[in-house]
């Protein structure tokens, strides 16, 4: 079975640059997360949906951030405009989410994606 | 404000050890753990989820939660180099759909 897919795997871009962040969780998953992984903040939790609607956006740094997922097999995670310190390897997970614990609450990662801002 | 403590190391292992490996947390209703692995450059990956108190035990991994005391723990037996990562705990909160992480402790293992 495939995993979480994340695309692209590498972006690149400059101050001031628009980037989208993509991510096809496992089917079937109904809960859809993204994070930031940096070396100083370790992984921290943008935002979170359950099938297709925002849980929690408390994570969401600032207005420049923002995310959506337009259906069960698809969400973005928009960056505009970007800033160097929006630099970071952004991680998208999913999981099955029934949010009544145990193994619902297994949530699988896809390979991320490095973004350099410049 | 509900947080994951772990030590960040490195704890460093010689080869063929037991790697003890600890996380607190801070939320005694808190539900789901987890223990993923992650190497260098590669995304997490899940290696034992514990529900209850007590043991369980996977290979050479063996996870242990003990709710009073808030404390879950993580046994690698038999440590090889190819264990040399870091080991992020995480927590599912009471009423929190999300995970909590840890920051994660590195774990070398020593030829």
């Known amino acids: 079975d495939a995993g979480v897919i994340q695309s692209p795997r590498h972006e690149v871009t400059e101050m001031g640059q628009e980037v989208t962040l993509r991510c096809k969780p496992i089917?079937?998953?109904?809960?859809l997360f993204w994070y930031r992984q940096t070396m100083m903040r370790g992984l921290e939790l943008l935002i979170y949906?359950?099938?297709?609607?925002?849980?929690?956006d408390s994570g969401m740094p600032e207005d420049r951030f923002s995310a959506k997922m337009p259906n069960a097999s698809f969400s973005t995670l928009k960056i505009q405009p970007s800033e160097p310190r929006d630099s970071a390897v952004y991680f998208c997970?999913?999981?099955?989410?029934?949010?009544?614990?145990?193994?619902?609450?297994?949530?699988?990662f896809g390979p991320g994606t490095r973004l350099t801002v410049l | 404000q509900k947080e994951v403590e772990q030590n960040s190391g490195p704890l460093s292992v010689p080869e063929g050890a037991i790697a003890s490996l600890n996380c607190t947390y801070s939320?005694?209703?808190?539900?789901?753990f987890f223990w993923y692995r992650q190497y260098s450059g590669k995304s997490p990956e899940l290696i034992m989820s514990?529900?209850?108190?007590g043991d369980k035990e996977d290979g050479r991994f063996t996870a242990q939660l003990n709710k009073a005391s808030q404390y879950v723990s993580l046994l690698i037996r038999d440590s090889q180099p190819s264990d040399s990562a870091t080991y992020l705990c995480?927590?599912?909160?009471?009423?929190?759909?999300?995970?909590?992480f840890g920051s994660g402790t590195r774990l070398q293992v020593q030829p």
């Open positions: 949906f359950n099938n297709n609607v925002p849980i929690d």
């Open positions: 089917s079937g998953h109904n809960s």
């Open positions: 939320d005694r209703g808190s539900q789901s």
């Open positions: 514990i529900y209850s108190n």
């Open positions: 997970a999913s999981s099955t989410g029934s949010g009544t614990g145990g193994v619902t609450d297994t949530q699988y």
């Open positions: 995480a927590v599912k909160y009471t009423g929190r759909r999300a995970l909590t």
